[in-house]
């Protein structure tokens, strides 16, 4: 069992807190060059994230759409971290918990919540629904639902980036669900052996669905670069600021060097697995501690504090991100389901695939 | 025109694509500084490089799955499956990746890959090295199946594979690579989903693909020399089907045998059956008949194994059958 865990009592029994969270940076946002408008950008970018959610699940609970719905929310650092350090052209590839990340790589709000509604105009022409949200021409090339299938396409992706001789990064993300998968050790060794240019996330959110990760992955899960002689660090997901320096740091070093980086984020999803999930299987407890380390109201406290901007100021960029996702509910309300035609378009690269009947 | 034996022109077709697309090129368990498994892909990384011609570690979900990243990214991935038996192994990777991600993308990701390897069984090689999996591959939605029975088709047909924009099966046979052919000197495709009738005959029609072809086609000289002319149609592809071309012979000959190396529930014996009895159900004077594999695994003892596998007496049995001779 992992040394840093604590022992919580609950009502039912002693269960184990999902992790202790690193310690975050002490550094500064000038220290890390990161200017005010910037941090105004962030907070922002963090809290359409988090509306554009809250407003999936109102939306989901009026059987607006159906499906499966799997919220990021407490997870918005990482995205918002790594869309920062990142180019707009490197490539972002990641679960089906991928309403954060695709929304932080250039899928419209409108885009994404059309997607929900199974609407044509979805981003992924209503197709794919929540699980799979897709935009190549951003770089983002999906929402992935089998744990851990999408390890070996990042390998692909940096192998084809490498073979191009272009100077892109692939950034991968998974849950820490997909740390047992067979896939991991073999995009690990594929990666580490060929030195493809890719950084191997795990959001490391304290639980495979409703297992806690000391329930289901034996020792710790960065060490699991330790085989493959693969470069490896642990950061807390909860702070934008350490995912931002973490990651600066680690896509430095893997543009120059073209080889694979495993970096472990330890962060907290507030809800459920999905919407059908009550989360039994942790305190009630354990969940607001982890919500005293909110990475919004973090960065909040941080703005107000420095005075870089006024409790007035925040409110407004949330009366904006509001009016944009409730926007986006009226664009995806108002917009067409798709034809019954493309039932049978997008399968094969020709349209008039002779299909069987 | 020269003879060439299947290997020879699988590594021709993919030597003439890689010269002709900087993006194409090959990998999978022992393509490179062994020259293939069944040497498939002599002389390769001599040509063309380790850059191109990439031994993989035996890990195909892997290597499959990279496969597929790298097509989704821009490049033309050939991933030699030692043999589909392995390809299980990695068969998430190809069936919800290579598979589906068009579709889920709304159309927005293509994925140029060949699949392609033995397939089906290749002598007493127990249970686990000897299913034909061209039925299960065509099952499903996104991928194209293509599974030749000589080198003049497997070239045309896999030159094609490779400039297509679809994930693609493309099926070969250990027990094959040693056939020999005529092939043109000069460069040719063929297109995908379109049958060949290979023998033309008025009694009675045999669809048979892949290997089994080839216990088709013997069964064929034995009955010409009792009378029984056979039409003995080769599909190529599995997927698409090229159903007209068969429709349009049971309509000639009104009685058809199908001969496949799958399994019998739900494989190609059967869609194509169901195929006849709804396109020309008035015009067969017989009940379509198959000769597959049983619906057992493949056994290691000689004389189960050959209980097993299908040969040419049980077509000429089917084809006694249809036609009320027996």
């Known amino acids: 069992m992992s040394k840093n865990n604590q022992n919580i009592t609950s009502r039912t029994a002693t269960i184990i807190k999902a992790h202790d969270l690193p310690k975050p940076t002490q550094k500064t946002h000038k220290g890390l060059k990161i200017s005010e408008e910037e941090l105004l950008e962030l907070y922002r970018s963090m809290m359409l994230q988090r509306r554009f959610e809250e407003r999936c699940m109102q939306m989901y609970q009026k059987g607006k759409f159906g499906g499966f719905l799997h919220l990021y929310s407490g997870q918005e650092a990482v995205s918002t971290g790594a869309a920062y350090v990142l180019e707009d052209d490197d490539d972002f590839i990641t679960t089906y918990r991928n309403h954060g990340l695709g929304l932080v790589k250039g899928i419209t709000p409108n885009e994404a919540m059309a997607e929900l509604f199974g609407k044509k105009d979805g981003c992924s022409k209503g197709k794919g629904g929540s699980m799979h949200y897709f935009k190549p021409e951003k770089h983002f090339w999906g929402g992935h639902a089998i744990v851990g299938a999408h390890l070996p396409l990042a390998a692909g992706i940096a192998f084809a980036n490498k073979y191009q001789e272009n100077d892109r990064l692939t950034i991968c993300f998974f849950g820490d669900g997909s740390i047992d998968q067979g896939t991991l050790n073999e995009s690990f060794n594929l990666a580490q052996l060929w030195k493809l240019p890719v950084i191997y996330v795990v959001e490391n959110n304290g639980y495979s669905m409703g297992t806690a990760v000391q329930r289901h992955s034996a020792g710790e899960l960065v060490d699991r670069a330790l085989p493959y002689g693969m470069k490896h660090d642990v950061v807390n997901g909860m702070d934008v600021f350490s995912v931002i320096e973490k990651l600066s740091e680690i896509a430095n070093e893997v543009r120059k060097t073209k080889e694979p980086f495993f970096l472990e984020i330890k962060t907290y999803r507030y809800r459920g697995h999905s919407m059908s999930d009550p989360a039994t299987y942790r305190t009630k407890e354990e969940l607001q501690d982890y919500k005293k380390t909110d990475p919004i109201e973090r960065l909040k406290a941080y703005l107000l504090e420095r005075q870089i901007a006024k409790e007035t100021d925040l409110q407004s960029i949330f009366d904006e991100v509001d009016k944009i996702v409730l926007e986006s509910i009226d664009f995806a309300e108002n917009n067409d389901f798709p034809s019954d035609e493309a039932l049978y378009q997008d399968v094969y690269a020709e349209d008039d695939f002779p299909y069987l009947t | ?326």
């Open chain 2, 1 to 326: 025109m020269a003879q060439k034996q299947f290997r020879e022109v699988i590594c021709d077709a993919i030597r003439e694509e890689m010269e002709r697309d900087e993006n194409v090129f090959i990998m999978g368990e022992e393509v490179a500084e062994y020259n293939g498994a069944y040497k498939a892909t002599q002389g390769l990384l001599e040509q063309f490089g380790d850059k191109r011609v990439i031994d993989t570690p035996i890990s195909e979900a892997g290597f499959a799955g990279l496969g597929v990243g790298a097509a989704m990214n821009g490049l033309r991935p050939i991933v030699e499956f030692m043999t589909f038996n392995f390809a299980v192994v990695g068969m998430d990777q190809i069936i919800n990746n290579a598979a589906k991600i068009r579709h889920m993308s709304g159309g927005q990701v293509k994925i140029p890959i060949v699949f392609r390897g033995p397939n089906g069984s290749a002598g007493q090689l127990g249970a686990t090295h000897s299913v034909a999996y061209e039925s299960l591959y065509a099952h499903l939605p996104g991928l194209i199946t293509i599974h030749p029975s000589e080198p003049y088709d497997a070239k045309g047909l896999l030159k094609t594979a490779i400039r297509d924009d679809n994930p693609i099966i493309f099926l070969e046979s250990e027990q094959m690579y040693g056939l020999k052919q005529e092939v043109p000197d000069e460069e040719y495709l063929l297109p995908i989903g379109k049958a060949e009738i290979k023998r033309e005959g008025s009694d009675v029609t045999i669809v048979a693909d892949g290997k089994i072809y080839h216990v088709a086609k013997k069964a064929a000289e034995e009955l010409a020399k009792d009378g029984v002319e056979v039409e003995l149609i080769d599909p190529r592809t599995i997927k698409p089907f090229d159903i007209d071309t068969v429709i349009k012979s049971v309509k000639k000959t009104n009685r058809c045998v199908v001969v496949d190396e799958s399994h019998p529930f739900g494989g190609v014996a059967a869609e194509v059956g169901f195929q006849i009895q709804r396109e020309a159900f008035d015009y067969l004077d017989a009940p379509v008949l198959r000769v597959t594999i049983p619906d057992v695994p493949a056994p290691f003892s000689k004389k189960l194994f050959d209980l097993w596998q299908p040969n040419p007496k049980q077509v000429i049995d089917a084809v006694n059958n249809v036609t009320y001779r027996s």
